[in-house]
């Protein structure tokens, strides 16, 4: 079940083959997505260099795709959403998917640094996800923005974060974390509701949407055993589950002092506007008094912002919405970050 806490990215984050050792290499997948952006008109990357970097699982495993010109860049690190796929599937073999791959293109257009990272145990990454919380992730998150901040092509003062689904929890723990780090956050369904209550929203859509009976009484059955979870969970290590489940970000909302655009999408079986937007105004800057929010609903786009239904009954494009980009240049947020450093 955990797997799709708000989140399986299963089919939706694909890969850049890694190539033994932690020098620069452009391999030949990356090469066919430069030669059709290049074609398309859209933006060429001047390399893709494979970095890793020491955390406290162990040496986590990434890649950074640099754009042309000359530096410092600004930098974005990608944060994925729950589930053990590599993001390196994004960019070769046969389930080669267009997330991760156009929204690195989309930056690298507007000259910033892209660099994603694979969870620990996932491909060449040590350690193992499973074994951690949200609070090891986001250490994970920020180990990655001193990593960029340290290299001399990169203008540490301007590294954000952009997360994903169960990735946007993480975004915004890291960004509460370490303020002067962190310049700006991105979050793409991300939810602002606890993870028991995203678990019991998520699910009980998805009976209705099989039309099963007395869904008030399994939805109720069901918070009783996350509840029970959570409580074993603070005596024994009962599992990933269990150490996720408590997690609220209504405090770490409250001391973000980063400027955050949040996009939501009418359609996401998973993360939906109607509980979780109001929740991130209730607490977004309660504690900092940080103005800087642009919350965005986009109708008619599911949980990975493509056209589709609700209940996932209808085929789906296998690329963002044209509505997603444009919520995504919103010039409220961008010119509070040019304003912010």
């Known amino acids: 079940m955990v797997d799709n806490i708000a989140m399986t990215e299963k089919g939706n984050q694909r890969a850049v083959a890694r190539l033994p050792g932690r020098c620069a290499l452009i391999n030949p997948p990356v090469l066919v997505l430069l030669f059709a952006l290049a074609v398309s008109g859209g ?10 970097f020491d955390a406290s699982a162990g040496t986590l495993s990434g890649t950074l795709f640099l754009p042309p010109g ?14 053990d796929e590599s993001y390196r599937t994004g960019w070769e073999g046969e389930r080669r998917s267009w997330f991760w791959p156009e929204l690195q293109a989309w930056f690298a257009g507007r000259g910033y640094a892209v660099y994603i990272f694979d969870k620990p145990g996932i491909g060449r990454s040590a350690g193992d996800w499973r074994k951690e919380d949200f609070g090891d992730r986001a ?30 929890w993480i975004a915004v723990k890291a960004a509460a974390r370490a303020s002067d780090e962190v310049a700006w956050v991105i979050s793409l369904a991300g939810p602002a509701i606890g993870v ?16 099963r009976r007395a869904l ?9 055993m996350l509840s029970g979870m959570g409580a074993l969970g603070r005596v024994v290590p009962a599992g990933y589950l269990s150490r996720i489940v408590r997690y609220d970000p209504a405090d770490d909302l409250a001391a973000m002092q980063q400027p955050m655009l949040a996009l939501f999408a009418d359609n996401d ?5 109607e509980t979780n937007v109001p929740r991130l105004e209730q607490h977004f800057g309660r504690d900092s008094g940080n103005p800087h929010r642009v919350v965005k609903k986009i109708p008619g786009l599911d949980h990975f912002f493509r056209a589709g239904s609700f209940c996932l009954d209808s085929p789906r494009p296998q690329s963002f ?16 970050i040019n304003g912010s450093r």
Request: proline fraction near 6%; aromatic fraction near 6%.
């Open 43 to 52: 933006p060429v990357l001047a390399d893709a260099i494979e970095l890793d």
């Open 70 to 83: 000359e530096g410092p860049h600004p930098a974005v690190v990608f944060l994925a959403g729950s589930g």
């Open 139 to 168: 250490d994970n998150a920020l180990a990655a923005v001193r990593m960029l901040g340290a290299r001399s092509g990169i203008d540490a003062a301007r590294i954000g974060l952009l997360g994903h689904s169960q990735g946007g």
């Open 196 to 211: 028991r209550e995203q678990i019991i929203e998520d699910t009980a859509n998805r009976w209705q949407c099989d039309e």
């Open 216 to 224: 008030g009484l399994r939805r109720a059955g069901l918070g009783m």
């Open 269 to 273: 079986i998973m993360v939906m506007p």
């Open 321 to 336: 919405d044209p509505d997603f980009w444009a919520a995504l240049d919103a010039p409220a947020f961008w010119e509070a």
